[in-house]
């Protein structure tokens, strides 16, 4: 199935990276965290990329452009410029990276897509999020319903330590739980080709005209991931999701 994966964000609140790099470009373990969104795709078998460009497009380019170089080890001869692998990496991705301007939004960069994607179902997520999400069993949900989109509602992990109070006296104390409400989206979408026409064009949001109307029309759905999930929005973030990778990554299944 076709996976769009949304990369053309200006990446403020990460301005320590950002000013350098585009935000899915930001390194965990080494690899920029579109790789590991990526990896989470293609272990269920989704492996045709279409990755929506704004913000220096051209890092994103150069890095699939130069991959196998980046990612293997290989011998030069300096003298005929001849190259011998010796270890290749296996990824057998097919990534297809288009410029949806620098100023589009969300919405408008997915509108873009549609000539590419054609009349299928796809996927679509954002290029800063990382989970253990079940892609299997998302699609089997999505199928199941039938209605135009499928949105995957997470519940983050709490910013604060978490005090459960009778009187003055803690009955309970939590560093930094995950929420047990508060649904948010978390990404990791899956929709039926009508849905590109409620995108009105570049200066659409997606989570605001397309996904309301859907929303208005009963075409909405949401798949409960309970799992892992955290998105990198700033330095801590990233700090955060670092130490994770150094501990094993619970986004990898």
């Given at each position: 199935?076709?996976v769009?994966?949304?990369?053309?964000?200006?990446?403020?609140?990460l301005?320590?990276?950002?000013?350098?790099?585009?935000?899915?470009?930001?390194?965990?373990?080494?690899?920029?965290?579109?790789?590991?969104?990526?990896?989470?795709?293609?272990?269920?078998?989704?492996?045709?990329?279409?990755?929506?460009?704004?913000?220096?497009?051209?890092?994103?380019?150069?890095?699939?452009?130069?991959?196998?170089?980046?990612?293997?080890?290989?011998?030069?001869?300096?003298?005929?410029?001849?190259?011998?692998?010796?270890?290749?990496?296996?990824?057998d991705?097919?990534?297809?990276?288009?410029?949806?301007?620098?100023?589009?939004?969300?919405?408008?960069?997915?509108?873009?897509?549609?000539?590419?994607?054609?009349?299928?179902?796809?996927?679509?997520?954002?290029?800063?999020?990382?989970?253990?999400?079940?892609?299997?069993?998302?699609?089997?949900?999505?199928?199941?319903?039938?209605?135009?989109?499928t949105?995957?509602?997470?519940?983050?992990?709490?910013?604060?330590?978490?005090?459960?109070?009778?009187?003055?006296?803690?009955?309970?104390?939590?560093?930094?739980?995950?929420?047990?409400?508060?649904?948010?989206?978390?990404?990791?979408?899956?929709?039926?080709?009508?849905?590109?026409?409620?995108?009105?064009g570049?200066?659409?949001l997606?989570?605001?005209?397309?996904?309301?109307?859907a929303?208005?029309?009963?075409?909405?759905?949401?798949?409960?991931?309970?799992?892992?999930?955290?998105?990198?929005?700033?330095?801590?973030?990233?700090?955060?999701?670092?130490?994770?990778?150094?501990?094993?990554?619970?986004?990898?299944?």
């Amino acid at each position: 199935m076709k996976v769009i994966l949304l990369a053309g964000g200006f990446g403020t609140r990460l301005a320590e990276y950002t000013d350098v790099i585009p935000k899915p470009m930001v390194p965990i373990g080494g690899k920029p965290i579109l790789w590991h969104i990526m990896q989470t795709y293609a272990r269920f078998g989704h492996k045709d990329f279409y990755v929506a460009l704004g913000y220096k497009a051209e890092v994103i380019k150069e890095y699939f452009l130069n991959y196998r170089a980046l990612n293997a080890d290989f011998t030069i001869d300096l003298a005929s410029g001849g190259v011998t692998s010796l270890q290749v990496d296996p990824v057998d991705w097919r990534v297809t990276l288009v410029n949806t301007g620098e100023a589009s939004m969300t919405g408008g960069r997915v509108k873009r897509m549609r000539s590419l994607i054609g009349n299928e179902t796809c996927m679509l997520t954002y290029g800063d999020g990382v989970a253990d999400i079940d892609l299997d069993a998302l699609l089997a949900f999505h199928r199941s319903h039938g209605k135009m989109v499928t949105v995957s509602a997470v519940r983050p992990a709490a910013r604060f330590g978490e005090l459960d109070l009778d009187g003055a006296r803690v009955e309970s104390f939590q560093e930094k739980p995950q929420l047990q409400e508060g649904w948010i989206n978390g990404g990791y979408f899956i929709f039926e080709p009508a849905f590109f026409d409620m995108i009105a064009g570049d200066s659409t949001l997606l989570e605001r005209e397309p996904l309301e109307q859907a929303t208005k029309a009963g075409e909405l759905m949401a798949y409960r991931h309970d799992g892992f999930w955290h998105c990198m929005d700033t330095k801590r973030d990233h700090e955060l999701l670092e130490s994770l990778w150094a501990k094993g990554a619970p986004w990898v299944r």
